[in-house]
């Protein structure tokens, strides 16, 4: 069973329509068609003029991810368990910890085989003089580039989670900003994101309004390479650029992430028989915290490779993950927070590439058996649709065609 809360907007379109220059939606935005020799490219959606919205519409927003059944999406760790494979020896004695021994680990899910860490970003208890305690350090940076987002299609507003990538460039799921396969008619009406949201009433820095939004071809039309429709594909991501607010919204913050393609920080591990990463997750899930406040996870992230139902490989990465509906499109970042100054090289070393804060892909979907703590997202690089090793400089793969028409038509942007 799949489950995916949406609302479709006006007619679909089919997907030769879309060969047209520019397209009008339902009498709303304007679509254009962005083509490109050397992969499928995008498709770009200009937001129309903004409708007030009043506190308890946003309020009653509903989270938006795609949810699957066991059946109809096996995860690594999963088939492990069902084939039968031994992946580590026995460990002699139940696990317990100081204070409560009685009980278990669980920071895993009933697959036991993807553990993670997580929490609240917030700080527990008073900070100095000031009482603000779940500001901090959810408005320092880098946490502050990641921000809770607002979508209405219609007359209904859902939440997902997006991260500034550019200097007003967030990146996020295409599933938060689009309806799969209906053409120009499935585009969110507006989108608004709150960066470092911490309160019902957001973060420090109010909203930041969506000027245009750029999705993938393949999604858009609904011929993304996928292993349920719309669901567990290749190109599940996306692009808003934002309304200047007197400055773009990366100058307002004092910065931005970065994105990396290919495997950026993967490592083929003989010792665990993947190919892995450290990843950090963040994301405003609404099952926790009524999904005010942003929540921390950390997990092995594995490189996946299965056949979609087109025949083509669908690559994912995949981790260990109890976040919920609201948590899509959040970052999945390696190498997060400030580094520090290596002062004695004789007794400790750097990694052989410094760069931090590196978005690798977003979440896209999880499992409607809260007991199954795994979640996925596109896989950020080359894939069938967008096979080319770089566009325009801007990387490999779909996220670099995404970021080279982004920052083509929005170059102060970038």
Not at 54 to 72: D, I, K, N, V, W
Not at 176 to 201: I, K, L, M, T
Not at 372 to 392: K, R, T, V
Request: net charge negative; hydrophobic share 35%.
């Amino acid at each position: 069973m799949l489950k995916i809360i949406s609302t479709a907007v006006g007619l679909a379109l089919c997907a030769s329509s879309l060969a047209h220059a520019q397209l009008s939606n339902g009498g709303q935005g304007i679509v254009t068609q962005i083509s490109s020799d050397d992969g499928a490219g995008s498709v770009r959606y200009e937001l129309p003029p903004v409708l007030a919205a009043t506190e308890g519409s946003l309020a009653s927003a509903q989270p938006r991810m795609p949810m699957l059944e066991e059946s109809q999406f096996q995860a690594p760790d999963i088939r492990k368990q069902n084939s039968g494979r031994t992946v580590a020896p026995t460990i002699n004695g139940a696990p317990g910890y100081a204070g409560m021994p009685d009980f278990e680990s669980n920071a895993y899910g009933s697959t036991n085989d993807m553990p993670y860490s997580f929490q609240k970003v917030a700080t527990y208890g008073q900070v100095g003089p000031s009482s603000e305690f779940y500001q901090v350090p959810v408005t320092s940076r880098p946490h502050r580039f990641t921000g809770k987002l607002y979508m209405r299609f219609g007359g209904s507003w859902f939440v997902c989670t997006a991260s500034l990538v550019k200097r007003g460039v967030l990146v996020t799921a295409a599933h938060c900003v689009h309806n799969y396969g209906q053409g120009a008619s499935g585009f969110a009406d507006e989108v608004r994101w709150y960066p470092a949201n911490y309160s019902p009433q957001g973060g420090p820095w109010g909203f930041y309004t969506g000027l245009e939004i750029f999705v993938p071809t393949p999604y858009v039309n609904g011929t993304d390479t996928c292993t349920v429709s719309g669901v567990v594909c290749n190109n599940d991501i996306a692009t808003v650029v934002l309304t200047i607010r007197g400055k773009h919204a990366g100058d307002g913050l004092g910065g931005w992430y970065n994105y990396g393609w290919n495997g950026y920080g993967f490592v083929n591990s003989s010792l665990f028989g993947e190919t892995v990463n450290e990843i950090t997750q963040l994301g405003y899930p609404v099952a926790w915290d009524n999904g005010y406040h942003m929540l921390r996870n950390n997990s092995f992230g594995v490189y996946d490779v299965q056949t979609g139902t087109n025949g083509q490989q669908v690559i994912n990465t995949i981790l260990g993950s109890p976040m919920t509906g609201g948590s899509s499109g959040g970052p999945w970042l390696v190498n997060f927070g400030t580094a520090p100054w290596l002062t004695n090289s004789s007794e400790a070393t750097t990694g052989t590439d410094a760069a931090r804060n590196m978005v690798v892909g977003t979440t896209s979907w999880g499992y409607v058996n809260a007991a199954l703590n795994i979640q996925g997202a596109s896989w950020f690089g080359q894939n069938y649709e967008y096979p080319a090793a770089d566009y325009g400089g801007r990387g490999a793969g779909n996220i670099g065609s995404l970021m080279r028409d982004t920052c083509n038509a929005y170059p102060s942007y970038c």
